[in-house]
């Protein structure tokens, strides 16, 4: 039997990087997917080839583990379907000995934190039986926009579901069923331990509003789930710009301990401004007037988050290019999820679509 899982991709609306050191941040769902499908293969079947098999479709990449070389390396894993145990440093040296057989391409190198977290999962779910998977993607990997964490989150519904943990069973008929609460908070647990592999030091807040969906607002691991009244439009412009979360969240911890109190002064400022976010986006507006002065403090508090993370160093030319372009036509945009390239946010008032009905915009929040 064949088990697919997807999950979304996010957009930061405030709060990110600060909320790694305890300030809240605000998060929202896109309709961007990752989806995992997951084959088990009885031991012997498919040519007699015992192996856990990771197909990435769109880097047209395969990886390939024979299952006696998984247990020689990692014991003899049962596989553990309940509340995860973190990857320790023991088993994250033996999953870079696994990693050391295959061929990555050199272009492609930043693959192996995605394949160590997908042998964590895999081994310490289902142990080493053999088994095939497949992951295809909407989003643009390694841009802000929370590849890894839906990476983790539709890899770890996939395992769950397959080893039996997770799944209402029965299928309701539609198209992607829906888990209950228990079983969301499970596989968040799961996903977390792998963005831990990919990032270092997750808040969480990525793989949380990847399992739970719609709009959040992010602290110290508590999830508040938030009403957003009116439909906000972004514009997500992607700068191409490679960059890797886990270098620029070790950047900031590196600038907090060089500067400690200036830091802790920026992070509290962020924290302000994700609360008054917060409750801007759960104020209703009746009329085009409230609407309008509900954007002018949205963008307002976007761009003094804006300008907290130039402050916390994770700015780049290419997002400052973005900003000054949007800005000539009096619109507000800010970096989304680590910076230092990838995705920019550019809000787009209600009053340009009235001016320019037909205008297509990338995403609705
Ligand atoms: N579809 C995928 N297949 C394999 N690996 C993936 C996939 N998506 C993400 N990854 C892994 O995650 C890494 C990118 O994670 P990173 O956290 O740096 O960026 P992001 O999650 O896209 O952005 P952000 O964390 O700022 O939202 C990749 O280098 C890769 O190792
Ligand atoms: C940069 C960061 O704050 C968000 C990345 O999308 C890292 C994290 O919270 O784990
Ligand atoms: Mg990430």
Request: charge should be negative; proline fraction near 4%.
């Given at each position: ?63 390939s ?6 247990c020689?390396?990692l ?14 440093p ?34 310490s ?21 929370g ?16 080893a ?12 992607w ?9 499970l596989v ?58 886990k ?115 990338s995403?609705?929040?």
């Open positions: 039997m064949e088990v697919r899982a997807r999950a979304p991709g996010k957009i930061i609306l405030a709060g990110e990087h600060a909320v790694v050191h305890g300030s809240a941040a605000v998060a929202a769902a896109i309709d961007l997917y990752t989806t995992s499908s997951l084959r088990l293969l009885p031991a012997g079947e498919d040519g007699g080839a015992d192996a856990v098999e990771l197909d990435l479709r769109d880097s047209g990449l395969t990886f583990w024979p299952c006696s070389g998984l020689g390396a014991g003899e894993v049962s596989g553990k379907a309940g509340a995860p145990t973190p990857c320790s023991e088993e994250l040296s033996a999953i870079a000995k696994l990693l050391e057989d295959q061929e990555i391409p050199e272009a492609k190198i930043w693959l192996s934190a995605g394949l160590s977290a997908f042998l964590f999962l895999y081994t779910i289902l142990g080493c039986r053999p088994g095939k998977a497949v992951v295809t993607s909407d989003l643009p990997i390694g841009s802000g926009l590849s890894s964490a839906a990476f983790c989150v539709s890899m770890s519904g996939a395992l769950l579901t397959a039996g943990a997770v799944g209402i069973g029965g299928g309701s008929g539609a198209e069923e829906l888990f209950g609460k228990d079983d969301l908070e968040n647990q799961w996903a977390f331990q792998g963005e831990k592999i990919i990032h270092g030091k997750p808040s969480g807040i990525d793989n949380s509003v990847s399992t739970f969906g719609s709009m959040i607002k992010f602290k110290k691991g508590e999830l508040t789930n938030l009403k957003s009244r009116n439909p906000v439009k972004m514009l997500i412009t992607d700068t191409r710009v490679g960059r890797n979360t270098a620029l969240v070790a950047g900031v911890s590196e600038r907090a301990s060089r500067y400690p109190d200036a830091m802790a002064s920026v992070f509290h400022a962020v924290n302000s401004i994700s609360e008054e976010l917060s409750s801007v986006v759960e104020s209703a507006a009746e009329d085009e007037i409230a609407i309008t002065s509900k954007e002018d403090k949205l963008a307002e508090l976007m761009e003094m988050n804006q300008g907290l993370l130039q402050c916390m160093g994770v700015s780049h030319s290419s997002i400052e290019t973005v900003l000054r372009t949007t800005l000539k036509y009096s619109l507000v945009s800010k970096l989304t999820g680590a910076g230092g390239g990838g995705c920019v946010l550019t809000l787009i008032p209600m009053r340009i679509l009235f001016i320019f009905p037909d205008c297509i915009f995403f609705i929040v």
